[in-house]
Nanobody, 129 residues
Framework: QVQLVESGGGLVQAGGSLRLSCAAS????????MAWFRQAPGNEREFVAA????????YYADSVKGRFTISRDNAKNMVYLQMNSLKPEDTAVYYC??????????????????????WGQGTQVTVSS
């Protein structure tokens, strides 16, 4: 079992920045690929960014590429999402997710909700225009 707790959400003006954090409770954090998804009211949950076990591979949704950066610190069991140049359309609840250890399929399916067994409770990000 892995418990994930997100933090760092809030209200920010368009053009501003936020850094989301996700703390994972597991002794084998470096065995899990991690991702961020988001869900706006009335919309389906969508992929934002993902990072491989070692951090050597990162992937982004086209809508956030060049503005968001995902990173991880395996020594601290943490994954981060640095969000810059925020837009009102980035407003959503942001969720941290963990992929089971050493799933080779992840490298082709990193953007699918079904790839992730563990989810946090979410943190609200609101971007005002």
């Amino acid at each position: 079992q892995v418990q994930l707790v997100e933090s760092g959400g809030g209200l920010v003006q368009a053009g501003g920045s936020l850094r989301l954090s996700c703390a994972a409770s597991t002794r084998t954090f470096n065995a899990y690929a991690m991702a961020w998804f988001r869900q706006a009211p009335g919309n389906e949950r969508e992929f934002v960014a993902a990072i491989s076990w070692s951090g050597g591979n990162t992937y982004y949704a086209d809508s956030v590429k060049g503005r968001f950066t995902i990173s991880r610190d395996n020594a601290k069991n943490m994954v981060y999402l640095q969000m810059n140049s925020l837009k009102p359309e980035d407003t959503a609840v942001y969720y941290c997710a963990a992929n089971p250890p050493e799933s080779a399929r992840w490298y082709s399916d990193y953007d699918r909700l079904q790839e992730y067994d563990y989810w946090g409770q979410g943190t609200q990000v609101t971007v005002s225009s």
